[in-house]
Nanobody, 121 residues
Framework: VQLQASGGGLVQAGGSLRLSCAAS????????MGWFRQDPGKEREFVAA????????YYSPSVKGRFTISRDNAKNTAYLQMNSLKPEDTAVYYC???????????????WGQGTQVTVSS
């Protein structure tokens, strides 16, 4: 499956953004999806994940209550709604697909190209 992330941009603290991850291929609905983020010089950090059905979601403690992961299998798209953004949320955000829901990057087989999110104070 090929993934294309979009929706990043520059936003003021307290604002919102919605990231999208469009997938090609007919097997999107069989994959769990995850969002990760990475600052230069830092390791890739888990943000959120969702099972193939959308029934189960995981969040990093740093974003829980502010971010919401979702998916629309009919549209082959996963989303990350980000509210109450903080300057520390600034990073490149990546979407990824895996055979099962995971919190670690190592288990994801397919990755999108990343989209920059910048939150100004």
């Amino acid at each position: 499956v090929q993934l294309q992330a979009s929706g990043g941009g520059l936003v003021q603290a307290g604002g919102s953004l919605r990231l999208s991850c469009a997938a090609s291929g007919r097997t999107f609905s069989s994959y769990a999806m995850g969002w990760f983020r990475q600052d230069p010089g830092k390791e890739r950090e888990f943000v959120a994940a969702i099972t193939w059905s959308g029934a189960i979601t995981y969040y990093s403690p740093s974003v829980k209550g502010r971010f919401t992961i979702s998916r629309d299998n009919a549209k082959n798209t996963a989303y990350l709604q980000m509210n109450s953004l903080k300057p520390e949320d600034t990073a490149v955000y990546y979407c990824a697909a895996a055979e099962m829901i995971l919190r670690t990057a190592r288990g994801y087989n397919y990755w999108g190209q990343g989209t920059q999110v910048t939150v100004s104070s």
